[in-house]
């Protein structure tokens, strides 16, 4: 949305008043989104919270959750149609699908049935690492087509989460031959997809603009162009928000709300984030057997302990999130249904026990390195700062190491523990305690950041191959037992996202980081 800046004269003062948005001929508004930071979009893997943002307006997926309408407000935890409309399990291992018909893509060739399955192909998914072990495509055996509107998956095993795969970014559905044309990074560069806006130009790491796509399938785009910006520094997102410049900004810090919402025309809209804030311990060797050769502190199961006893981990989430986020007792999230265990409770603030932990463990002292990527994440580098007293006061001999960016975070293993997060990719406990900290080729596993007892690869394993629920329920159960025995991270809190918006605007956030414009979503008040 272009700032329109209009003067009138009131007592004798000039007063700028909140701007209507600019409209072309068919009275669409644009629509200008700050955010702190760009990448670009890879369909099948745009995750982070930069990107995800971007590409849910220019695909559409095969399947979708449904984040408005669903029995727990919009956590998404229902599956509704999408490009297919229709699913049977025909077996355990077997799925048909019919696929939606008179769909184009941004380029004006319809869609089809070779698209729908070349777009969950080993073909295209090994392209794009999502076939690896615990990757969202890992169980999908082969795609068939039986006619113009039917295709057929098979899996390699009884997978009880295969639906919530296909809603997520594998399911983004991509033109087959101009893929295989493009190639994933020529693809990235500028994908073509079938959803309500299209892709027209990214600049640089600065700016991305989309244009409504009028030949879309569903309901008419509600804008006529969406830009999104690059504006890393959180008073610069606020300024041009309150100035009428940008109309919705991310990832503004809780003690920064105020600014905005005492605002007549604007406010903060909070939505619990599906992901997890993190310190990982390096209880592998690292990828150059650093963290083995100098035989880090963490490797004993009682330091770690200690180290998450040692910090009261609610009172920094209450401080730093205004009393908004929580501690949880393990990867355990209300959204996993009948598999959350309401009743399991955290690790608790317990400095005398940290003290005893490391007594019996032996520890002397040895250093223990803390890395952190700067500014990264909204309150990340306040938290560790906090939790660095704390493990003082306990005796622990604990040295923080800002890092500028991810890539000097590597070759792993220099460092004992390290700021990260995972999303929560899906409703279930799948993710993340056993796709991101299981093995055999999960991101920690497969680098040697983390090693995994056999135990915890059975529950993984049970998890991630079985249908029947009460199966399901008590291995959860047993993981989380296991994962507060041997603590690979010290799990901080779901963090918040809150943007600034315009009241006029309505518009839902999810708690997933896709921003959605589509016209069930979006629509500006009367009269602004």
Known sequence: MRKQLFAGLLAGAVALTAMPMATRADDRPELVIAM????????AIAESNFDSRVIKSVMDGLLNRDWLNGPNGNDGTEIVAGLLTKWDRISDTEWEFKVRQGVKFHNGRPMTAEDVAFTISEERL?????????????????VEIVDPETIRVKTKYPDPVFLHRLAHVIGHVIPAKEYRELGPEGFAAAPIGTGPYKWVRMA??????????????????P???????????TSARIAGLVTGEYDIITSV????????DREANYETRTIEVENMHHLTFMTGCGQENQACDRKSAVHDPRVRKAMILAVDRQKIADRLWNGMA????????EMYGKLFDAGRKPLPYDPEQAKALLKE??????EIVVAVTAGYYVNGDRAVQVMMQMWQQVGLNVRLQFVENWSQMRPYGWQDLWLNSSNIRIPDPLTPFWWRFGEPSATYASNKLVAVSDDYKRVGNTL???????????????????WQRDNPAIIMYRPLEIYGVRKDIKWTPYSFYWMDFRANNFSVKSGS
């Not at 409504?212 to 785009?221: C, I, L, M, T, V």
């Not at 810090?253 to 905005?260: H, R, S, V, W, Y």
């Not at 191959?465 to 047993?478: P, Q």
């Open 126 to 142: 090994w392209g794009e690492k999502a076939l690896e072990p615990h990757s969202l495509g890992s169980s999908i055996a082969g």
């Open 36 to 43: 702190a930071a760009m990448q670009r979009a890879h369909p």
């Open 223 to 233: 804008l006529k162009r969406i830009t999104f910006k690059a504006v890393p520094e």
């Open 326 to 333: 929580k501690v949880p007792a393990g990867p355990n999230w």
């Open 204 to 221: 640089a790491d600065e700016e991305i603009v989309l244009e409504a796509f009028d030949d879309y399938w569903g309901d008419k785009p």
């Open 464 to 482: 991630e191959h079985t249908l029947d629920e009460d199966t399901r329920i008590a291995a959860f159960k047993e993981g989380l037992d296991i």
């Open 361 to 366: 463990a032996g520890y002397d002292g040895k």
């Open 253 to 260: 810090p809780p003690d920064q709300a105020e600014l905005i």
